[in-house]
């Protein structure tokens, strides 16, 4: 009988421990320091690191709950490094949908990628700053123009509309009313955002990259969408030219190109991302034993929020709204360390199912710890 009633405790205890897991970052931030990430520096060059056994666990909760808050705790930097401006490109799509998981079924190595926003003015993060990401599929198509010809210069290359720098690409006409790998959302407390998303593909003329929007005190919409503000960054993200050669090899990357990636060093808008001592490249975490399981991607962007970026006229999306919310918490109403960004609308709140199982945990723990007692008192 007290062999049962101990078993019964542990299992109790184990249970109480992998409901908390997802819920405290520290948790997290735990796990990624045996990874040995809290000593990436923003100057460091971009690095893979090889703890599986962390990695996997970290897979295993988010995916489990479908976790989409940030895996780190605060925003990883040793520097105080303005990004630069690169042009937006001619795929920006405006009034895009708050989400965080913006994969919709696409297919590709999944990437969670952790994003950490810096007020280089203060050195400070910047919370309640909504950061839009977009991205092309694995084949190199965008989604909204996935009838277009993705050509030499495609999204603001060297020698493609828009020119280096430059706020327009050049938009064209919608073809279709697709969203996967387009989504925008606010940064918390710590001036972190995680968005769940794919190994971005390429198309000719360019080098794989992600590109993103920061905007400061925009309005979100009823339907879930967010619009207007002050667009204070665009930028360009990128990656390690050895994971990118592992990724591509594997389907749907293989199968879905005839030429070769433009490496970074001959893309023009990485030459620029790389200027003026910033690093470009996001830090990667393989996310179990193969490539295929994907990857945990974090990068910290610096802005100056008294800027004003020259933020382009583009296609309004007007396709369905999915997934919106659907990984949302909190109200979406934060304010920034400098006190300049805000944000209005609601989303649904976690914060009562969030409270009920600390409720319940409570509970259980009264109960095991009594039931322990109890056991250890009769020995």
Excluded at 335 to 351: E, F
Aim: hydrophobic share 35%; glycine share 12%.
């Amino acid at each position: 009988m007290k062999q049962s009633i101990l078993s019964f405790a542990i299992l109790a205890l184990a249970t109480i421990a992998a409901a908390h897991g997802p819920e405290h970052l520290s948790t997290y931030g735990k796990l990624l320091k045996r990874a040995h990430i809290e000593s990436a520096s923003r100057c460091s060059s971009s690095q893979i690191f090889s703890d599986a056994l962390a990695a996997t666990r970290i897979r295993r909760m988010k995916l489990a709950k479908r976790d989409w808050s940030p895996t780190y705790s605060a925003v990883q930097n040793s520097t105080c490094v303005l990004n630069p401006e690169v042009t937006e490109g001619p795929y920006w799509i405006a009034g895009e949908v708050v989400r965080q998981n913006i994969t919709d079924n696409e297919p590709g190595v999944p990437l969670h990628l952790d994003l950490g926003l810096l007020d280089v003015t203060t050195c400070k993060p910047i919370s309640g700053a909504y950061i839009e990401i977009w991205h092309c599929n694995s084949t190199g198509f965008y989604s909204g123009y996935t009838g277009a010809s993705m050509a030499t210069g495609g999204g603001g290359g060297a020698g493609g509309a828009g020119g280096a720098g430059g706020a327009s690409g050049g938009h064209t006409a919608l073809t279709d009313t697709k969203n996967f790998f387009r989504g925008a959302y606010a940064t918390n407390s710590n001036g972190l955002v995680e968005f769940a998303t794919k190994f971005p593909g390429f198309y000719t003329g360019r080098t794989t990259h992600i590109h993103l929007k920061v905007t400061l005190n925009p309005t979100q919409n009823a339907n879930g969408t967010y619009t207007g503000g002050s667009v204070v960054h665009i930028g360009q993200v990128f990656f390690n030219a050895t994971v990118k050669s592992s990724v591509f090899a594997l389907s749907p990357y293989a199968s879905g190109h005839t030429d070769a990636e433009t490496t970074n060093e001959a893309d023009s808008i990485y030459a620029q991302e790389a200027s003026g001592g910033n690093n470009p490249l996001v830090s990667l975490v393989n996310l179990g034993g193969s490539v295929s399981d994907g990857f945990l991607g974090y990068i910290t962007i610096g802005v100056n929020p008294g800027f004003t970026a020259a933020s382009s006229t583009a296609p309004i999306y007007a396709g369905p709204i999915e997934n919106a919310s659907a990984s949302a918490v909190g109200n979406g109403t934060s304010s920034s360390s400098n006190g300049t960004s805000s944000t209005s609308g609601t989303l649904p709140s976690a914060t009562g199912s969030a409270s009920m199982n600390r409720v319940m945990a409570g509970m259980v723990w009264t109960v095991v710890v009594s039931m322990l007692v109890g056991y250890f008192w009769d020995l």
